[in-house]
């Protein structure tokens, strides 16, 4: 109960929001010599590719061009594949247009990006990129599976089967999905789920706050592996009141039993009855570190509180409650981990 921890509940900040990266600009289409000024074959030409020249056959990417007198019979058109005007074909990328695929915008909607015209929006705003090349019209076949997308230069998963929990991790409850000695696991919080998640990474039983559960293996090793570690942001109740220089001394690094340990940045953020509430905020995944350190430098742990793990926030989730990732959340992870 709040009552008996000092300071009361610690639920520090919000699910922050996807950071916009600046769209890419744009690659002008070739324009073609034709009277009409309509590029009808997407390659800078008014010639036909393939065998049936005149057709309006595309050959390298599967359809008949829909210009004027092209024909659309040869593929599955819809209404919102084309704008209504004759003079505009459908010029889709050859470098990334998959036939048999999926349109772009059915993905995206598929994705939680709103509606499919919605969707077409985006992608009309240039901010969309398959493999890295903008793509400006809607109807491009993709191949999700294969290929990567990005919205406003942040990463989209596509995988539906993936998912990815936020759990508020109460003290006494061991992260292991089993526990020999019958003490409360993780487990116990996702049991009734239908996919089997296992958690990434540790917060000791003492410890409480933010523990991520999936099933997507990928994201897990990158988020346990040093060459991807990201910065983890704690705050702890601790005994005394800290001296100036403290977070200074942290940061250049603290001998422990298994070498020099550091943090990224130390703040006190409140101070009463002989006890202290600071943030600690480092990479190091090892084994109890924070406190170790903090009582290294004279200051034992009362109760430490996990807030924050690279753009993922704790937020106000209570102990015991897990939620599921936003697509925004999840996306500035990934691009944190170089997905």
């Not at 296992?198 to 991520?212: A, N």
């Not at 603290?254 to 070498?259: N, R, T």
Request: charged share 25%; net charge negative.
């Amino acid at each position: 109960p709040g009552a008996e921890r000092p300071f009361g509940p610690v639920y520090v900040g919000e699910p922050s929001p996807l950071p916009t990266a600046p769209g890419s600009a744009p690659v002008a289409p070739a324009s073609d010599t034709d009277s009409d000024g309509a590029d009808h074959y997407g390659d800078g030409s008014d010639q036909p590719d393939g065998p049936a020249s005149g057709s309006g056959w595309r050959e390298d990417l599967g359809y008949r061009d829909r210009g004027p007198g092209g024909s659309d019979q040869d593929r599955d058109w819809d209404d919102d594949d084309w704008d209504g005007n004759p003079g505009h074909g459908f010029h889709p990328a050859a470098e990334v247009y998959v036939p048999g695929g999926e349109r772009l915008q059915k993905v995206l909607a598929e994705a939680g990006f709103g509606s499919r015209r919605a969707c077409e929006q985006i992608i009309a705003d240039g901010r969309v990129e398959v493999d890295g090349q903008p793509i400006l019209e809607p109807g491009v076949r993709v191949d999700p599976t294969k290929e990567q997308i990005r919205v406003d230069g942040m990463p989209v998963q596509l995988d539906g089967t993936k998912i990815t929990l936020v759990l508020h991790k109460p003290a006494g409850v061991v992260s292991t999905m089993d526990d020999p000695q019958g003490r409360p696991t993780v487990a116990d919080y996702v049991q009734n789920r239908a996919q089997r998640l296992f958690h990434v990474g540790r917060l000791d039983i003492d410890s409480e706050g933010l523990l991520l559960l999936t099933n997507d293996g990928e994201l897990a090793h990158r988020l346990t592996h040093p060459a991807h570690e990201v910065p983890k942001t704690y705050v702890a109740t601790v005994e005394g009141k800290i001296a100036p220089g403290l977070g200074r001394e942290l940061r250049e690094g603290v001998e422990l039993e298994d070498g020099v340990q550091s943090v990224d940045s130390f703040r006190v953020l409140d101070e009463q009855a002989g006890l202290s509430l600071v943030e600690v905020v480092l990479h190091s995944g090892a084994n109890r570190v924070v406190r170790r350190l903090l009582e290294a430098v004279g200051h034992p742990v009362v109760r430490l509180v996990r807030t924050a793990e690279g753009p993922i926030r704790l937020g106000d989730l209570k102990p015991g409650r897990t939620r599921v990732l936003g697509r925004a959340e999840l996306s500035a992870l990934m691009a944190d981990l170089g997905m």
